[in-house]
T-cell receptor, first 116, second 112 residues
Framework: DADVTQTPRNRITKTGKRIMLECSQT?????MYWYRQDPGLGLRLIYY???????NKGEISDGYSVSRQAQAKFSLSLESAIPNQTALYFC???????????????FGQGTRLTVV | AQSVTQLDSQVPVFEEAPVELRCNYS??????LFWYVQYPNQGLQLLLK??????LVESINGFEAEFNKSQTSFHLRKPSVHISDTAEYFC??????????FGKGTRLHILP
């Protein structure tokens, strides 16, 4: 089983609909992230959470919201989907900084979202 | 503010030829540097990372990257590429105890 699981893997939705993307992890990490990937733009950070009570906006949070239901679950919502939110969405987790201050991200397989 | 620049969006290279994928970062403080690889239709996985110590880091599949503080670079190299190296490569930077920022990616095309 994957350590970081995203559901659904693919979704087509209509403009104006509300949609939720879910992420769960079995790595026991406190930190979770949502990124979106667009061709030529790389990965851009939407929201991140360093523990259950900590939610932070990333560089492109407008139009999105998140919920950290538990240490292992971090959901991304599009309240009213629009076509330019069509993208590949990735959830990631990371452990707290180690003694040397380092951390690294572990990714899910991605959710391909199409808004028509 | 931290940022990561990958200078090439696509790099075509013949099989068994050497390759260099460039990455520059900007930060006023010490950073940790990463290269991630994304194979077609898959998520991202860590290729290698620089935390401290030796400026040359290696991966298990023949890639290496060298941290150059004066040039604020962390270029990725491989002396001889294989068709299986076809993927998109992302450079990333993280400041101690902070979020991870990614570059825009470089697509590596291996030509037969």
């Amino acid at each position: 089983d994957a350590d970081v699981t995203q559901t659904p893997r693919n979704r087509i939705t209509k403009t104006g609909k509300r949609i939720m993307l879910e992420c769960s992890q079995t790595k026991g990490h406190d930190r979770m992230y949502w990124y979106r990937q667009d061709p030529g733009l790389g990965l851009r950070l939407i929201y991140y959470s360093f523990d259950v009570k900590d939610i932070n906006k990333g560089e492109i949070s407008d139009g999105y919201s998140v919920s950290r239901q538990a240490q292992a679950k971090f959901s991304l919502s599009l309240e009213s989907a629009i076509p330019n939110q069509t993208a590949l969405y990735f959830c990631a987790t990371s452990p707290p900084a180690g003694r040397d201050g380092s951390t690294e991200a572990f990714f899910g397989q991605g959710t391909r979202l199409t808004v028509v | 503010a931290q940022s990561v620049t990958q200078l090439d969006s696509q790099v075509p290279v013949f099989e068994e030829a050497p390759v260099e994928l460039r990455c520059n970062y900007s930060s006023s403080v010490s950073v940790y540097l990463f290269w991630y690889v994304q194979y077609p239709n898959q998520g991202l996985q860590l290729l290698l990372k620089y935390l401290s110590g030796s400026t040359l880091v290696e991966s298990i599949n023949g890639f290496e990257a060298e941290f150059n503080k004066s040039q604020t670079s962390f270029h990725l190299r491989k002396p001889s590429v294989h068709i299986s190296d076809t993927a998109e490569y992302f450079c990333a930077v993280s400041f101690r105890d902070d979020k991870i920022i990614f570059g825009k990616g470089t697509r590596l095309h291996i030509l037969p």
